[in-house]
Nanobody
Framework: QVQLVESGGGLVQAGGSLRLSCIVSGRTVSSCAMGWFRQAPGKERELVAT????????YYADSVTGRFAISRDNAKNTVSLQMNSLKPEDTAVYYCAAAKGYHGVSAFEYEYWGQGTQVTVSS
């Protein structure tokens, strides 16, 4: 059984930083692409960042490029999202997800999801 558990969300002022972590069990994080998505109230779930299976290359949404960084720790089987220079528009529930294959930029390419962690950025 594959399980993903996020942590690290919270309330932060604009310009601040947070680090989200995702502990994965039942699947190694190096065996598939891993991604972070977010969903704000009234909006669709959107991709924030993804890291490919083998070469570890990363992809970011334009809105977070230069501010967020995704990484994985194969030894700990975790995926993290470092978020800097946070803005009020970054407020959302953030989800960790495991892809079906080696790469994925759309939600339908991901088959396992965490329960989400709330990030709130105050102005």
């Amino acid at each position: 059984q594959v399980q993903l558990v996020e942590s690290g969300g919270g309330l932060v002022q604009a310009g601040g930083s947070l680090r989200l972590s995702c502990i994965v069990s039942g699947r190694t994080v190096s065996s598939c692409a891993m991604g972070w998505f977010r969903q704000a109230p009234g909006k669709e779930r959107e991709l924030v960042a993804t890291i490919r299976r083998t070469i570890g290359s990363t992809y970011y949404a334009d809105s977070v490029t230069g501010r967020f960084a995704i990484s994985r720790d194969n030894a700990k089987n975790t995926v993290s999202l470092q978020m800097n220079s946070l803005k009020p528009e970054d407020t959302a529930v953030y989800y960790c997800a495991a892809a079906k294959g080696y790469h994925g930029v759309s939600a339908f390419e991901y088959e396992y999801w965490g329960q989400g962690t709330q990030v709130t950025v105050s102005s």
